[in-house]
């Protein structure tokens, strides 16, 4: 009787500890508002954003790196390269920002632009891109990354959605590209569309919580104007040298490009390397 007594203590004590440590489990939601909270607080941060969007017979990508310094005023320089379907030459072009004043270079000198910082938040910050999904954090799922090379443990923090009540994001997507009709989508319009998936994960580091970048997918097909339309965007956004963005924020950026050029010829010269020792049979 004693023994039973004992152990059925044990096991007590067993349920306690787990349902404490499932009490101790973050949420998702809760994860993903800290990298919001954090992002918002950054002093300074560079980032990577390559973005592709195919509507019918046009289509458009863009691969933008750019250095950010928060204050007041904001200032940012940026280096985008555009590829259109209909031409054959990318477009290149280099931004200023310094708080409302925005400037543009194309193959010459610096331009005043019509562009306000409204136009351009969501890469100015994070938060406005994360924000987007805020009103289905219930739905959000996550795990941990562990024992990647290199790389501190994060959460991948993830959201799909292919059911009816998600078309609202569908219907935001519209709004953001600038395609939505005066006074919305009609409810003959909503129920015509065809929702393939909306996806996004976002990479946050365990330990800072900083975001480390984040990948979203939108593919879905609408009735404008009296005609189908399909739309297939994709977007990946990377993070790196968070509060250590210092100097001309030009130069910093052309150092980093000497970097990565660097590095990828490193690496190329490894992989020719190791071809070329291997034995023959």
């Not at 270079?105 to 019509?114: A, Y």
């Not at 997918?217 to 609408?222: A, D, I, R």
């Not at 956004?237 to 100097?247: A, I, K, L, Q, T």
Request: aromatic share 8%; hydrophobic share 30%.
């Amino acid at each position: 009787m004693k023994k039973w007594k004992k152990a059925a203590g044990v096991a007590a004590g067993s349920v306690l500890l787990l349902l404490a440590a499932c009490g101790e489990r973050e949420l998702p939601e809760e994860v993903y508002g800290d990298a919001m909270e954090t992002m918002q607080n950054l002093d300074s941060v560079y980032f990577t954003e390559s973005n592709t969007l195919n509507a019918e017979e046009e289509g458009i990508s863009t691969f933008t790196r750019g250095a950010l310094r928060y204050g007041d005023p904001v200032k940012g320089y940026m280096e985008s390269n555009m590829n259109l379907v209909e031409l054959e030459t990318p477009v290149e072009l280099d931004v200023r920002i310094d708080g409302e004043n925005i400037q543009t270079r194309q193959n010459g000198e610096w331009e005043e632009s019509e562009t306000n910082t409204a136009q351009i938040q969501s890469m100015l910050r994070p938060n406005e891109d994360l924000t987007f999904f805020l009103e289905f954090e219930n739905e959000f799922l996550m795990k941990e990354v562990t024992d990647v090379e290199d790389t501190p443990d994060y959460y991948e923090v993830s959201f799909k959605g292919t059911e009816e009540r998600h078309k609202a994001l569908a219907e935001k997507k519209l709004s953001s590209l600038g395609v939505m009709p005066e006074g919305g989508l009609s409810e003959e319009q909503l129920n015509g569309m065809t929702l393939d998936g909306i996806e996004m994960t976002a990479f946050i580091d365990k330990e800072t919580r900083r975001l480390n970048g984040y990948d979203t997918s939108f593919t879905f097909t609408v009735e404008l104007g009296g005609e189908l339309r399909s739309f297939n965007e994709q977007t990946n956004v990377r993070y790196e040298d968070h509060n250590n963005v210092e100097g001309n924020l030009e130069e910093f950026i052309q150092q980093k490009v000497k970097e990565i050029e660097q590095q990828q010829m490193e690496e190329q010269e490894s992989e020719s390397g190791s071809g070329s020792s291997s034995d023959p049979a």
